[in-house]
């Protein structure tokens, strides 16, 4: 199956074919033909499964097919919402990159930076807008953008646009859109809230899934090694260190945490920055190209900052701490195994998170493998803590309310690493070789 024979345009094959893709991805191949079609689409896709390209190639053709080349009448006909800035900018480069032999114009918004070049942008006249819904807002407010002639609307990562609390925002923009329009909206998961916008934005939608939602990535390796909480950073220069790891991404639950991380490896001589939401936008950019050209060995993140990060064949993600949220875990080592490339995704779990960790292995539907480190096996007399976790449980209890009560330490006083194989290997880097090898 080739991208010629799902219909698309020479202009557009020519940069698909300039950018490497020889075939499409299976989301690409199921979604690009029924928007050509101008159908509604609920596609059930990950980040790392080509959606980018899934529904921008589609609606690139859409806009080219009614373009009307009178620079004076350009008016935005298609708007794609994103949930992070990051991910906004990674779909304004994809229509870029698409869209570089076609005339159409577009740009992309999002808060931490000023105002007014987007403003400036926004009037010189553009076709497609690609948003984040905050900063989209305060345009609205400022009536320097005009939603009333869209064709196409995009819901990029829908979930997580509800996740950061983002539906009000969302309602409001939906209403000064046409409702004469193709709408196409892409989750990683299809939550009863997801469900219920769809209900009400979507006519007729062809569900599209590519992969079992909440399955975690075949591709990639998955590891748990149990360590002590005061050791965990410990483990972690040594595992960078000790395999000669050039690009990881590491993950934390906190802003606080992830930049405390960050300084802590630096320390430890392994180049790192943080990227989290109290970064200005400039301090971001920086760390990701930074990070993606090599100059920076680690970048510590939090989830909200690493959603929909694009990285080309990152190898390594590491949980130092597990996410509050499940869910957040299927997100996090989606960041590595994508586009066919093998990733490794590791998580350093402390007795405190054996809960957390029972959820995320209920949600994927399989035991993690889980392996000591030698000379970092946990010290078993530890008892676990309460984690505070207050936005975790905010979120969970908005989720799926639940009339059972946890009382924290009490259902996993007994380790379940008791038992568990702890290399016997005494060279750690064998020892941590062999351990992949188990899983
Ligand atoms: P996405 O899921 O849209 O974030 O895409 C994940 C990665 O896959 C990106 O780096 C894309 O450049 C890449 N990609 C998308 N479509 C294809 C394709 N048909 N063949 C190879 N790589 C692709």
Redesign the pocket.
């Known amino acids: 199956m080739s991208f010629k024979s799902l219909g698309l345009r020479t202009e557009i094959l020519r940069a698909v074919s300039e950018?490497?893709?020889?075939?499409?991805?299976p989301i690409?191949f199921e979604a690009i033909p029924p928007v050509l079609e101008g159908r509604d689409i609920m596609g059930g896709a990950q980040?790392?499964?080509?959606?980018?390209?899934s529904f921008t190639l589609p609606l690139l053709q859409r806009l080219m097919a009614t373009y009307k080349p009178d620079e004076d009448s350009r008016t935005i006909r298609a708007l794609m919402l994103t949930p992070t800035r990051e991910l906004a900018a990674q779909v304004g480069q994809s229509i870029d990159i698409y869209g570089k032999y076609l005339p159409l114009k577009s740009s992309v918004i999002y808060g931490g930076v000023k105002i007014n070049p987007q403003i400036q942008k926004l009037r010189n006249g553009i076709d497609i807008l690609v948003a984040t819904p905050g900063r989209l807002l305060d345009h609205i407010s400022q009536k320097t953008v005009d939603l009333s002639q869209i064709e196409i609307l995009v819901l990029d990562e829908a979930d997580r646009m509800l996740d950061m609390g983002f539906i009000r925002d969302i309602r409001k923009v939906l209403a000064l859109i046409p409702k004469q329009k193709q709408t196409l909206l892409f989750s990683a998961t299809f939550s009863d809230e997801i469900k219920k916008l769809s209900n009400n934005l979507l006519q007729s939608p062809i569900l599209i899934e590519v992969a079992q939602h909440n399955t975690a990535s075949e591709r990639v390796t998955q590891i748990v090694h149990p360590v002590d909480k005061n050791r965990k950073r410990e483990l972690l220069s040594y595992l960078i260190g000790s395999n000669n790891w050039k690009q990881v991404l590491v993950f934390n639950r906190t802003k606080h945490g992830a930049n405390r991380l960050s300084e802590q490896l630096i320390t430890d001589g392994i180049t790192s920055a943080a990227i989290h939401g109290n970064k200005s936008q400039g301090a971001r950019t920086r760390a990701l190209s930074d990070f993606k050209s090599g100059k920076i060995r680690v970048l510590v993140a939090t989830d909200i900052a690493a959603r929909g990060l694009?990285i080309?064949q990152l190898p390594h993600v590491v949980n130092y701490e597990l996410p509050n949220l499940p869910e957040d875990y299927v997100h996090r080592i989606g960041r590595t195994g994508?586009?066919?490339n093998e990733g490794e995704a590791m998580s350093l779990v402390c007795v405190d998170e054996l809960k957390l960790l029972k959820d995320i292995e209920r949600l994927i539907k399989r035991d993690i493998p889980k392996l000591s480190v030698v000379d970092f096996e946990p010290d078993p007399s530890i008892k676990p803590q309460p984690l505070n976790n207050k936005r975790g449980k905010q979120q969970q209890a908005k989720r799926k309310p639940s009339g059972k009560k946890t009382v924290p330490g009490k259902n996993h006083s007994r380790s379940p690493y008791k038992g568990r194989s702890s290399s016997q290997n005494h060279s750690g880097n064998r020892a941590h070789n062999n351990l992949q090898k188990a899983s």
């Open positions: 950018k490497g893709y020889c075939t499409p991805t690409q980040t790392g499964t080509g959606k980018t390209a694009d080309d994508r586009a066919g």
